[in-house]
Nanobody, 121 residues
Framework: QVHLEESGGGSVQPGGSLTLSCAAS????????MAWYRQAPGKERELVAQ???????IYGESVKGRVTISRDNAKNTAYLRMYSLEPEDTAVYYC???????????????WGQGTQVTVSS
């Protein structure tokens, strides 16, 4: 069993910054990809950023240049630094990870519960 715990969400004014954290815990052998997705009301869930355990990064087009993803592999934690936030960034942000866990060792996808980010004046 693997658990992903997001933190750092909240309300911020347009132009502000926010950093989200995602800590993975459980019977973890290895974490391959860690990623952030978001879902705004009435919209589909979309990729914000993804980072492999080797450091390869993909950013979603709508946030490119305004977010930075990083990982602390020793802590099984991913971070999403967001800046120059806009009202359109308002959404629930979800952490996602491909994890190899004991005893199956099979790579499985896990999701966090999500954290709300609201950008409003």
């Amino acid at each position: 069993q693997v658990h992903l715990e997001e933190s750092g969400g909240g309300s911020v004014q347009p132009g502000g910054s926010l950093t989200l954290s995602c800590a993975a815990s459980g019977n973890i052998f290895a974490i391959n990809e860690m990623a952030w997705y978001r879902q705004a009301p009435g919209k589909e869930r979309e990729l914000v950023a993804q980072m492999s355990n080797y450091g390869s990064i993909i950013y979603g087009e709508s946030v490119k240049g305004r977010v930075t993803i990083s990982r602390d592999n020793a802590k099984n934690t991913a971070y999403l630094r967001m800046y120059s936030l806009e009202p359109e960034d308002t959404a629930v942000y979800y952490c996602n990870a491909e994890v190899q866990a004991y005893p199956s060792w099979r790579p499985d996808i896990w999701w966090g519960q999500g954290t709300q980010v609201t950008v409003s004046s």
